[in-house]
T-cell receptor
């Protein structure tokens, strides 16, 4: 069990560029979450997957954001045409919905800076 | 989703007990009370959760009021490593495992040596 892994840990980009973040959950965790966190605030829910199905999306997830989990394992979060307001820490978490306490295991996050 | 209210910040001395309060007056019967904490520069980590009865684990204790409108996370002996933001979260579902976690701003705990 190597924990939730996120890549890259840091990304600096210019406004208007596209960025993609990857999350590798704990193996056999069927549920995967994406959150966004800005300085001084708690994490804000973006979306979650159960296996490969995207079950819920927050209204924070604008049309420029897209998340996938094609084979029910790793997930990607893409932000198109980045804006300075997208600068934040993007957190991924995973859990299993049976046989556990339902606790979420978080990665260390991917920090995005949009110049 | 039912909301929680926590103090913005608290201070503690090292090796002393810490009681972190949380109010959740609109809690429903199926809401579990979860606590997570976030150390600096890390993702949140699970601390403890409960429904009605008080709960203990190796990290902390959770005391739940009889009417369930409030709860208290208890760290029995604070260490410097316990300095973090503590989040009290209500989560629906029969085992607390359904749906997502909605975080508030939490309580920033400072621990003085």
């Amino acid at each position: 069990d190597t924990g939730v892994s996120q890549d890259p840990r840091h990304k600096i980009t210019k406004r208007g560029q596209n960025v993609t973040f990857r999350c590798d959950p704990i193996s056999e965790h069927n549920r995967l979450y994406w959150y966004r966190q800005t300085l001084g605030q708690g994490p804000e829910f973006l979306t979650y997957f159960q296996n490969e199905a995207q079950l819920e999306k927050s209204r924070l997830l604008s049309d420029r954001f897209s998340a996938e989990r094609p084979k029910g394992s790793f997930s990607t979060l893409e932000i198109q045409r980045t804006e300075q307001g997208d600068s934040a820490m993007y957190l991924c978490a995973s859990t299993r919905t049976s046989g556990g306490t339902g606790e979420l295991f978080f990665g260390e996050g991917s920090r995005l800076t949009v110049l | 989703d039912a909301k929680t209210t926590q103090p913005n910040s608290m201070e503690s001395n090292e090796e002393e007990p810490v009681h972190l309060p949380c109010n959740h007056s609109t809690i429903s019967g199926t809401d579990y009370i979860h606590w997570y904490r976030q150390l600096p520069s890390q993702g949140p980590e699970y601390v403890i959760h409960g429904l009605t009865s008080n709960v203990n684990n190796r990290m902390a204790s959770l005391a739940i009021a009889e009417d369930r409108k409030s709860s208290t996370l208890i760290l029995h002996r604070a260490t410097l490593r316990d300095a973090a933001v503590y989040y009290c979260i209500l989560r629906v579902g029969p085992s607390g495992s359904q749906g997502n976690l909605i975080f508030g701003k939490g309580t920033k705990l400072s621990v003085k040596p």
